[in-house]
Every structure is written in structure tokens, then in C-alpha cells.
């Protein structure tokens, strides 16, 4: 004989209910898990806003690159210290940076090259050339970030430029502030 069809049913499903029940009570009396927080996805930036932020990762990964040559290489140890510093502070930058990215623009890679204007430099003379670096790159991004605080561009970018401003003026004053007290050439 053929067994019914029902008790066919019947039997699978009491066979594939049986881990359930063969749980401990403490199991089933668990709190269900929680929710999984909201992610929030960034806004997606505007053509103009992602070459505003790839130009500025760009000039940020020079100053770093820069930054860690001269490190190493500057004659004046409080130009070698303020170099390191600068190190972490525009890595510090760059992570500010990156939160405005939407996830499309790449961010630069390091290059261990000193740059053509650094090379051959030594002394006092690489020293005036690395901080007159310095200066030229915040000075070009304080005035870059001036202009864009308004409506050509998004909040993301605008937000970047309104926290990250003040530091970058005052790593300018402060290389400038260093430059005047090293001798001329």
C-alpha cells in the first residue's frame, strides 16, 4: 500500500519543525535581533564637485608626498619638524576629504619623487624651496576653497571647504612665519 499523501505531509513537516522544538526554552524566549542601523549613502556629486575634489586630493597628496621628503631631507630641524607634522596633519586632511567623496572619485597615490624642485636642493636653499612649496599649495587651496562655498556647489564639497579652511590657512601662516626666519641663500 501507498501511503496516503497527507500523512507523507504530516511527516515531513513534523520531521523539519523537530530542531525547532528541540531548542532549549531559553532560545525561544531570546529578544529578536535588533535592527540593522541606517546606513546613509552619500549624495552623489556633480561633475564640477568631483574634479573640485580630485584637483583637492591631488594638491593634498603632493603636500604629503613633499612633506615626508623633507622630512628626511630638510637642514634646518625645525623645518624637518614641521615637516613631519605636516605629514599627519594633511594625511588628517585627506580623510576630511574623503568623506565628501561619493565613492567615484580615486583618490591619488603616493609618489616617493621629491618633485623637480627639490631635486638637487640642499641646505638653507632646500629648505626656502619646500616651504615656498608649502605656501604656494595652501595658498592655491585657500583660494580655491574661498570661492566655493556658495551654490555651484553641493553640500558635501561645501561642508569640506567650511571645516578644512582654517587649518589650511594656518599651516600657510605658519610655514611663512618659519620661511622669514631662515637666512637668504
Not at 82 to 107: H, M, P, S, T
Amino acid at each position: 500500500m501507498k501511503p496516503s499523501p497527507c500523512l507523507s505531509s504530516a511527516l515531513a513537516a513534523v520531521l523539519l519543525a523537530s530542531p525547532v522544538f528541540a531548542q532549549p526554552p531559553a532560545a525561544k524566549a531570546a529578544a529578536p535581533a535588533p535592527a540593522p542601523a541606517a546606513v546613509a549613502t552619500p549624495v552623489k556629486l556633480s561633475a564640477s564637485d568631483r574634479a573640485f575634489l580630485s584637483d583637492t586630493l591631488a594638491t593634498n597628496q603632493l603636500e604629503v608626498d613633499v612633506s615626508a621628503y623633507a622630512a628626511k631631507q630638510a637642514h634646518d630641524e625645525k623645518v624637518r619638524q614641521l615637516a613631519a607634522a605636516r605629514v599627519n596633519e594633511y594625511k588628517d586632511l585627506g580623510k576630511l576629504f574623503q568623506k565628501a567623496n561619493d565613492g567615484i572619485v580615486v583618490a591619488p597615490t603616493p609618489t616617493p619623487q621629491p618633485g623637480p624642485n627639490l631635486l638637487g636642493k640642499t641646505g638653507v636653499d632646500f629648505d626656502r624651496t619646500f616651504l615656498g612649496m608649502l605656501i604656494a599649495y595652501d595658498r592655491g587651496l585657500a583660494s580655491k576653497f574661498d570661492g566655493a562655498d556658495g551654490p555651484q556647489h553641493g553640500a558635501a564639497i561645501r561642508e569640506m571647504v567650511k571645516s578644512s579652511l582654517p587649518a589650511i590657512r594656518h599651516q600657510e601662516d605658519e610655514a611663512k612665519a618659519l620661511l622669514r626666519t631662515l637666512p637668504l641663500r
